[in-house]
Nanobody, 121 residues
Framework: QVQLVESGGGLVQAGGSLRLSCAASGSIFSDNAMGWYRQALGKQRQLVASITRGGSTNYADSVKGRFTISRDNAKRTVYLQMNSLQPEDTAVYFC???????????????WGQGTQVTVSS
């Protein structure tokens, strides 16, 4: 059983920053990817950023240059540093773990419970 526990969401003004954290516990794949998806109201959940165990990263075009994903394998934790936040970044952000992370879901993977990020204009 894998559990993903997120923290760090909240309310921030446009231009501000937030840092999300996700800690994984339980039995996990030794070779896995971790990352973050987001789902805005009325929209489909989509991948924001992902990172392989080896540290290779991938970002959605909308967040490139503003968001940075990192991971600490010893702590089984993944982070998402979000800078220059804009109202369109408002969404529920979900941590995910899987063999690979597709555009809409993690393959053979798991979800966290989600954390709300709200950016006011």
């Amino acid at each position: 059983q894998v559990q993903l526990v997120e923290s760090g969401g909240g309310l921030v003004q446009a231009g501000g920053s937030l840092r999300l954290s996700c800690a994984a516990s339980g039995s996990i794949f030794s070779d896995n990817a971790m990352g973050w998806y987001r789902q805005a109201l009325g929209k489909q959940r989509q991948l924001v950023a992902s990172i392989t165990r080896g540290g290779s990263t991938n970002y959605a075009d909308s967040v490139k240059g503003r968001f940075t994903i990192s991971r600490d394998n010893a702590k089984r934790t993944v982070y998402l540093q979000m800078n220059s936040l804009q109202p369109e970044d408002t969404a529920v952000y979900f941590c995910a773990l899987g063999r690979t992370l597709g555009t809409y879901y993690p393959v053979a993977g798991y979800w966290g419970q989600g954390t709300q990020v709200t950016v006011s204009s």
